[in-house]
């Protein structure tokens, strides 16, 4: 349910659906508090993860890599210096398996993983958070000096953006103006606001961070390694406008435009697959 939330291109217009979640999640906010609580993180947590990325065959060497929040499962091809890949929510390290290979080939060390309550990896739910400390285990555990640079889609750009301000980037489709479009993407299916508000509330206090501190644009402006952008016109889920704000305020980003793409076919396209050379050789 959580991806019809987060990847609903749907305008403002309110459905039959919004009145009744409206109506259900308010009655048991008063009726049941704990219950409410309860259902909204498993509405709100839990990745849906397609057929097609959970049960993509691969080659690749894949292990189980130890970390705080549980095992992360990892693929890895390829000898040289190490690339990170790290996807976006409901999303899967078989997304990348096209361009790891094409990263092997070209003498470095591709190692995509799956984020804690996705694919292989440990946990039923996921947030933020859990995204910025699944990442730095593998980062740590393969050490920053050895990582030429890191490759983020999506919500994995947010916490790719929050690691060590030396590592280089590319980011995919990434989401910028992050908090105002996940709150109205969820306010506007209904749920009542101090549910939302509440869940957040809790998971900054797990995880002693919060939302506001990795929001990626203050991020974008403190890191020191270089940044290449590839963001589609058509993406219907992330900004290309707010992507493009981005790189006319920093001279250290520079940008890829692409048409027709949108916001998954982008990630082993030609111009990913170019930037990626610019950045990983020049």
């Known amino acids: 349910m959580s991806n019809k939330i987060y990847f609903s291109d749907k305008k403002d217009r309110k459905s039959f659906n919004f009145y009744l979640i409206k109506m259900l999640s308010t009655s048991l906010h008063f009726i049941a ?22 049960f993509a065959k691969t080659d690749f060497k894949q292990v189980k890599q130890e970390a705080p929040y549980g095992d992360l499962n990892l693929y890895r091809t390829g000898s040289g210096r190490k690339v990170i890949l790290t996807h976006g929510w409901s999303g899967g390290a078989s997304q990348f398996f096209p361009l790891m290979q094409k990263i092997a080939d070209a003498g470095f060390e591709a190692i995509a993983f799956d984020h804690y309550g996705h694919g292989k990896s440990s946990g039923q739910f996921a947030n933020l958070p859990l995204f910025v400390k699944g990442l730095n285990a593998i980062i740590e555990h393969e050490g920053k000096n050895n990582i030429a640079c890191i490759i983020s889609h999506s919500m994995g ?9 030396s590592l280089n980037h590319l980011l995919i489709a990434p989401t910028f103006g992050f908090y105002q479009s996940f709150e109205k993407r969820i306010l506007s299916t209904g749920i009542k606001s101090n549910l939302f508000h509440n869940m957040l509330a809790d998971v900054e206090q797990e995880h002693q961070l919060k939302f506001k501190d990795l929001l990626p644009e203050q991020h974008l402006a403190k890191t020191q390694g270089r ?10 889920f992330a900004p290309f406008d707010l992507a493009k704000q981005q790189v006319e305020s920093f001279e250290h980003v520079s940008f890829t435009a692409t048409s027709g ?22």
Request: charged share 25%.
């Open 33 to 54: 508090p704990a219950l409410a609580k309860k259902q909204t993180k498993k509405l709100l947590l839990t990745p849906m993860i397609s057929k097609k990325i959970k």
């Open 157 to 165: 750009t947010v916490a790719a953006l929050n690691q060590d301000k």
């Open 261 to 282: 793409l949108g916001h998954g076919r982008v990630i082993n396209s030609d111009p990913t697959w170019e930037a990626f050379q610019k950045l990983a050789f020049n």
């Open 227 to 236: 940044i290449h952008i590839v963001h589609d016109q058509g993406d219907r």
